[in-house]
């Protein structure tokens, strides 16, 4: 059994900067990849990036490639998600999920765990 946990969100002004983070305990995220998630209101929740158990291959929602870099700490096991430039429209519960298999891809169903979510902000 992994516990997921996100934080590091809060309310902001568009431009800014967040780093969200997911830790787990329970196991080791070492071996597994992770994906970072949102869900605005009134809306289903989105994939939004995605990384490799060894942080070697990530991958982004295409419009939010540049603004979004998501990377892991495996000494510390925890995954980050880096956001810059903050929009509104970036304004959702973020959730971590973690796939065992591996997988990386853009459907909630490819992950196994997920974290009950951290709420962000964006003031215009």
């Known amino acids: 059994q992994v516990k997921v946990v996100e934080s590091g969100g809060g309310l902001v002004q568009a431009g800014d900067s967040l780093r969200l983070s997911c830790a787990a305990s329970?196991?080791?995220?070492?071996?597994?990849?992770v994906a970072w998630f949102r869900q605005a209101p009134g809306e289903e929740r989105d994939y939004v990036a995605s990384?490799?158990?060894?942080?070697?291959?990530?991958y982004y929602e295409p419009p939010l490639k540049g603004r979004f870099t998501i990377s892991r700490d495996n000494a510390n096991n925890t995954v980050f998600l880096q956001m810059n430039r903050l929009e509104p429209e970036d304004t959702a519960v973020y959730y971590c999920?973690?796939?065992?298999?591996?997988?990386?891809?853009?459907?909630?169903?490819?992950?196994?765990?997920w974290g009950p979510g951290t709420q962000v902000t964006v003031s215009s």
């Open positions: 999920a973690v796939s065992m298999a591996g997988h990386t891809g853009r459907g909630q169903f490819e992950y196994d765990y």
């Open positions: 329970g196991r080791t995220l070492t071996t597994f990849s």
């Open positions: 990384v490799s158990w060894n942080g070697g291959d990530t």
